[in-house]
């Protein structure tokens, strides 16, 4: 007698990831705000540096990935042994579940946090938790009352995705002072170069032992189709996931794109400046429009609606008219759609395309 191969427990309780959707049928040419990419792309030296690496290609990576954590570390102020670099911040999340938790512990994300947490977490053994959110922001308060004696991580975007909204430092200070010691804090800081002057919680990192900060390439710097993030912690911590990661875990290609990207501080200037302008202007034709949305402070408006047949409606006439963005009720956000900021004329398009939408006959300048 047979038996089907049976996965471990907790895996087939993942929801496969929906990604944002780049295509629709009979569409040439769409506009795709549906995942946070930066529309102005990499930067030209990081196309310099990707074309170069072609002479490599039959070269095994290094695995140390010395050349990138020296970058980070200089451009960041960071000692490069606190410093992991992974396929995207999917991967260093993705170790921190491997190494840190298994099954009987729990993994605390919030109401409308980020999808790979609760997935990561299953796909680990553990048991996900997810705690409340207050008028979609995240809580100190909700996370450390969901917080038991089998709680190994917590996890939090800052800003966040998709509400775009951010805690304060002293919130975010007192959540890491009053967590128990064996608990991770997980500071995801995937649009933490989108709000000037922020370091992404990475003095929080100095000052507490069980606090990481994990950072993309895919966000400011124009890399999502490369996979490349890192992340930084103390070195007992780093030394630990260094031994769950790959040791080619990153291509070579990888390896030097993310280094001429990490040392343009130009580009990511340039692009933090247009992203703030864009922002407040759609931001602001929206609700003009109609549609308020709370203060964001990433590449992203969250558009909310009257309810969850009109964020829907809403999204059918962006698709008929060519323009995609991202439904985001697997967020718990049924009446509201994520809107990334594109360029100036996409912008001017969805905003444009809305007012028609909400009959305000508002035009689009
Ligand atoms: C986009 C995003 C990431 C980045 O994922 P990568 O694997 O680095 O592409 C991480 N966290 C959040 C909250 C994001 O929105």
Known sequence: MSKAPTPQPGIMEIEPYQGGASKIEGVENAIKLSSNENPFGPSDK?????????????????????????????????????????????????????????????????????????????????????????????????????????????????????????????????????????????????????????????????????????????????????????????????????????????SNTQLAAAEAAVRDRAHVDRCRADNTRLRAWLAEALAERGVPSDTSCANFVLARFADRDEAEACDEFLRSEGVIVRRVAGYKLPNCLRITVGDEASCRRVAHLIGQFKGAGANDG
């Not at 990707?50 to 990576?61: D, F, V």
């Not at 990935?65 to 999917?90: F, K, Q, W």
């Not at 450390?144 to 805690?167: C, H, K, Q, S, Y």
Request: aromatic share 8%; net charge negative; charged share 20%.
């Open 46 to 250: 990081v196309i310099e540096a990707y074309q170069r690496a072609q002479h490599q290609l039959h070269r095994y990576p290094p695995t140390d990935h010395a050349a990138l954590r020296n970058a980070i570390g200089e451009v960041h102020g960071l000692d490069p042994d606190t410093i992991i670099c992974g396929a995207g911040s999917d991967e260093i999340i993705s170790f921190l579940c491997q190494a840190y938790a298994g099954p009987g512990d729990e993994v605390i994300h919030t109401e409308h946090g980020f999808s790979m947490y609760r997935i990561s977490a299953l796909a680990a053994g553990a048991t996900p938790v997810e705690v409340p959110e207050r008028d979609r922001k995240v809580s100190a308060n909700a996370i450390l009352e969901g917080v038991t004696d089998n709680t190994r991580l917590v996890f939090i975007a800052n800003p966040a995705n998709p509400t775009g909204t951010m805690v304060g430092k002293a919130e975010v200070t007192r959540l890491a002072k009053s967590l128990p010691e064996h608990v991770i804090l997980v500071l995801d800081g995937a649009y933490a170069e989108y709000v000037e002057d922020f370091d992404g919680g990475a003095s929080l990192v100095k000052r507490f032992p069980n606090v990481v900060m994990t950072r993309t390439f895919s966000k400011i710097y124009g890399l999502g189709g490369l996979r490349i993030g890192w992340g930084h912690a103390r070195p007992e911590v780093i030394e630990v996931l260094n031994r769950v990661r790959g040791p080619f875990n990153l």
